[in-house]
């Protein structure tokens, strides 16, 4: 009974995690996703040598992110079984969801790398405008009633 609690907790703390929003989140204030600054990359001034390097920071990193989604799906379907064997083992569940986590650290961990990537090629006027970008499309995205 303990062993489900645990699981509906770390449910109810996903949950809430991911259901909050961009402006709520201090990293998100403080790093564009490459997606922003390629995207608006001549109205911040970004030169060819500084879009180069992002787009091979991207495509570095979708690949890597490929590798990482699979390993992660593997770990995940691993943990699957052995919550529907019975009796459930719950040592075995714990270490197997510890390996889950391991590969959601890591490609977090990967994810925030490519985003200091992208900080990288701003400098401090191509930060300011893309803090002005980013406002816009929080306007727009809540003015037409996307989510997040």
Do not use: H
Not at 13 to 23: E, N
Not at 49 to 64: C, L, N, P, V
């Amino acid at each position: 009974m303990k062993f489900y609690r645990l699981l509906f907790a770390l449910f109810v703390f996903g949950a809430t995690c991911w259901g909050q929003k961009p402006a709520d989140d201090p990293i998100a204030q403080a790093l564009f996703p490459p997606e922003l600054v390629m995207k608006y990359r001549q109205e911040i001034n970004l030169d060819e040598g500084q879009s180069k390097a992002m787009k091979e920071a991207i495509q570095k990193a979708q690949t890597k992110f490929l590798d990482m989604q699979w390993d992660m799906q593997s770990e995940a379907e691993k943990l699957i079984k052995l919550l529907k064997a019975r009796p459930v083992d719950e040592s075995a569940v714990m270490a197997q969801m510890d390996q889950v986590l391991n590969r959601e650290r890591e490609i977090k961990k990967a994810q925030i790398s490519l985003l200091g990537t992208a900080a990288e090629q701003t400098d401090g006027t191509s930060s300011k405008a893309l803090l002005i970008v980013a406002a816009k499309q929080r306007l727009i995205m809540a003015r037409s009633g996307a989510a997040c």
